[in-house]
T-cell receptor
Framework: DTGVSQNPRHKITKRGQNVTFRCDPI?????LYWYRQTLGQGPEFLTY????????KSRLLSDRFSAERPKGSFSTLEIQRTEQGDSAMYLC????????????FGPGTRLTVT | DQQVKQNSPSLSVQEGRISILNCDYT??????FLWYKKYPAEGPTFLIS?????DKNEDGRFTVFLNKSAKHLSLHIVPSQPGDSAVYFC??????????FGQGTTLQVKP
């Protein structure tokens, strides 16, 4: 399978714990995006990378959130001191060079903070 | 500030008929508009796009219309099939490539 993969698919954590999600984009896609989706809403942009450089961060991304793409391949999204309001589906997408509008999404990681 | 709005949360049509999904936007800087389809437990899947300099794009059963003066776009599916039942998101994109999505419309196509 050469699509975007995300791990884990589901994560249940207690408030105050740290969590980390991983995204493996389609091979050689240079742009990687993170979105968050809550019930009844469309995906909301969080941040994106071009290769290893993080080029934009949404104001939704508080200082408890950090994302990395160390070698320009896979990416991680870490949430520190989780809050119940962080419960959502976290989606990763990638796009090939020069075709930013063709974003291929992974299945998402469902986070539940209890 | 919701830059993209889908005012109809749901739509039900009969198989074989036309489905029309609507979307309004406020950001004049969008240079592309896109439609994505989402099935339960899956990520959104790209369906069709249109450049802001065009007013129509067609791909098989799917046609997207853009009315820039009204800041409105629509997706037409003809003929509708039960497999089209899903949540449809419209989105706008500026030159950074990040997508701004609407809230989604759940389409149900009845056999």
């Amino acid at each position: 399978d050469t699509g975007v993969s995300q791990n884990p698919r589901h994560k249940i954590t207690k408030r105050g714990q740290n969590v980390t999600f991983r995204c493996d984009p389609i091979s050689e896609h240079n742009r990687l995006y993170w979105y968050r989706q809550t019930l009844g809403q469309g995906p909301e942009f969080l941040t994106y990378f071009q290769n290893e450089a993080q080029l934009e961060k949404s104001r939704l991304l508080s200082d408890r959130f950090s994302a990395e793409r160390p070698k320009g391949s896979f990416s991680t999204l870490e949430i520190q001191r989780t809050e119940q309001g962080d419960s959502a589906m976290y989606l990763c997408a990638s796009s090939p060079t020069g075709r930013d509008n063709e974003q291929y999404f992974g299945p998402g990681t469902r986070l539940t903070v209890t | 500030d919701q830059q993209v709005k889908q005012n109809s949360p749901s739509l039900s049509v009969q198989e074989g008929r036309i489905s029309i999904l609507n979307c309004d936007y406020t950001n004049s800087m969008f240079d592309y508009f896109l439609w994505y389809k989402k099935y339960p437990a899956e990520g959104p899947t790209f369906l069709i796009s249109i450049s802001s300099i065009k007013d129509k794009n067609e791909d098989g059963r799917f046609t997207v219309f853009l009315n820039k003066s009204a800041k409105h776009l629509s997706l037409h599916i003809v003929p509708s099939q039960p497999g089209d039942s899903a949540v449809y998101f419209c989105g706008g994109s500026s030159n950074t490539g990040k997508l701004i999505f609407g809230q989604g419309t759940t389409l149900q196509v009845k056999p």
